[in-house]
T-cell receptor, first 113, second 110 residues
Framework: DGGITQSPKYLFRKEGQNVTLSCEQNLNHDAMYWYRQDPGQGLRLIYYSQIVNDFQKGDIAEGYSVSREKKESFPLTVTSAQKNPTAFYLC????????????FGPGTRLTVT | RKEVEQDPGPFNVPEGATVAFNCTYSNSASQSFFWYRQDCRKEPKLLMSVYSSGNEDGRFTAQLNRASQYISLLIRDSKLSDSATYLCVVNINTGNQFYFGTGTSLTVIP
């Protein structure tokens, strides 16, 4: 089955720890994205990548880091510098080009205490 | 000013009703438009793309008005299963970024 997988579904961490969220796609999409969604709010872009070994900051990149070493994978690290990391994190991918829609993974709910 | 704005609702409608949502966008260079559906605590899923000529998929009709810079979604004969949050999404083709509205909440009541 083609799609986007994110793991784990739920993640709990102590404050001060870095944590890496996994995102894998087998849709052969060039572009991949990370969003954060807080309760009652819209999606906010953290980072995106249009091609392997290249990525750009989104609107709220501070406290996050990414890598794009393979086309299929776009892991997100939430560092201890992120002041309010508890949120629902969504990974998406799309074919390059503005006419193409995004497809989302099932998301990871991160809780930091 | 936000790139994309939606009325958050909530819209509470009886089964069988027709309901319409609008979404405005601020950048006249916007190139492509989509409606997504998001169920509670789930990921957004593509409902339909919005074409310049308008398009229909069963009970759902989407329209684009470039002159007034808005898109609309019409749902006819509402079902209980239509209860969800509907997200308006715009792509401005600057770095291939997608801009999301905050969503409109719909509850269909028996």
């Amino acid at each position: 089955d083609g799609g986007i997988t994110q793991s784990p579904k739920y993640l709990f961490r102590k404050e001060g720890q870095n944590v890496t969220l996994s995102c894998e796609q087998n849709l052969n999409h060039d572009a991949m994205y990370w969003y954060r969604q807080d309760p009652g709010q819209g999606l906010r872009l953290i980072y995106y990548s249009q091609i392997v070994n290249d990525f750009q900051k989104g609107d709220i990149a501070e406290g996050y880091s990414v890598s794009r070493e393979k086309k299929e994978s776009f892991p997100l690290t939430v560092t201890s510098a992120q002041k309010n990391p508890t949120a629902f994190y969504l990974c998406a991918s799309s074919t390059s080009g503005f006419a193409y829609e995004q497809y989302f993974g099932p998301g990871t709910r991160l809780t930091v205490t | 000013r936000k790139e994309v704005e939606q009325d958050p609702g909530p819209f509470n409608v009886p089964e069988g009703a027709t309901v319409a949502f609008n979404c405005t966008y601020s950048n006249s260079a916007s190139q492509s438009f989509f409606w997504y559906r998001q169920d509670c605590r789930k990921e957004p899923k593509l409902l339909m793309s919005v074409y310049s000529s308008g398009n229909e998929d069963g009970r759902f009709t989407a329209q684009l008005n470039r002159a007034s810079q808005y898109i609309s979604l019409l749902i006819r004969d509402s079902k209980l299963s239509d209860s969800a949050t509907y997200l308006c999404v715009v792509n401005i083709n600057t770095g291939n970024q997608f801009y999301f509205g905050t969503g409109t909440s719909l509850t269909v009541i028996p």
